[in-house]
């Protein structure tokens, strides 16, 4: 189960849900960012995504999930938000949702991390370049950070030293966005700069392989040890 609440963001009003473990805690916690096939129309209308929030929840950390879309409405055609997405607003969007996650009683402020799937995993990676308080970031499949957007801010992937934590990547090699060569860039960007990156790349699994809702996409032994892969790694970072 979810709480569910607003957070203001430049006078806008962004739904936000919350998932809490069991226990008075303080517990870690995690900003998760949705993917966009579904989740860009509203959190809750995406099965996978509410169910990433249950999950991780269910592991011990309070999850927040603020819904970055907020900016357009609901049902405005996915083509405009992806051609009008701004970084800009969406950092405001995370510092938003940090600073609530970080102040609720039930969470240690100094063991807070970011993960997202697909379109979230950029936001995750754009997130830890302009907030050094996170302590881990999870990529899982996130595609366009070599690209920038309507705000002309800087690619990602060229902020790469302002990661303030370590770095898992999670991707299908038969996935096209991000490809394996886009892939390959990420881990040198961070290798770079000097960051601590885990990588791990499955063969037979393109994009959204741990969608469970979409039967082409799901690889289920590849989603189960990539899931295996995210705890280990947060556990090690917050654990």
């Given at each position: 189960m ?135 970031c ?8 070599k ?46 700069a ?46």
């Open positions: 979810y709480e569910s609440t607003s957070l203001d963001v430049q006078g806008n009003a962004m739904h936000t849900l919350i998932f809490e473990p069991e226990g008075d805690g303080p517990h870690p916690g995690l900003i998760i960012a949705q993917h966009l096939p579904v989740a860009h129309e509203g959190l809750e209308k995406d099965p996978f995504t509410l169910k990433v929030g249950e999950r991780y929840a269910a592991a011990g950390y309070v999850c927040v999930m603020p819904f970055i879309f907020h900016w357009w409405p609901e049902d405005e055609e996915r083509s405009v938000k992806v051609e009008q997405f701004r970084d800009d607003w969406t950092v405001a969007d995370l510092d938003a949702a940090f600073n609530f996650l970080a102040g609720r009683d039930n969470v240690d402020e100094n063991r807070i991390g970011i993960l997202g799937h697909c379109w979230g995993g950029r936001v995750s990676w754009l997130g830890c370049c302009h907030n050094p308080n996170f302590k881990a999870a990529v899982i499949y996130g595609g366009r950070i690209v920038s957007f309507a705000d002309g801010a800087p690619p990602p992937i060229e902020l790469a030293g302002n990661i303030p934590c370590p770095v898992l990547g999670i991707f299908g090699n038969d996935d096209q966005s991000p490809s394996p060569d886009d892939v390959y860039d990420y881990e040198a960007a961070l290798n770079a000097g960051v601590p990156a885990e990588f791990h790349r499955y063969d037979g699994a393109g994009h959204g392989f741990q969608d469970f809702t979409n039967e082409d996409r799901f690889r289920k032994s590849q989603a189960e040890d990539a899931w295996e892969k995210v705890l280990s790694f947060l556990g090690k970072q917050l654990g």
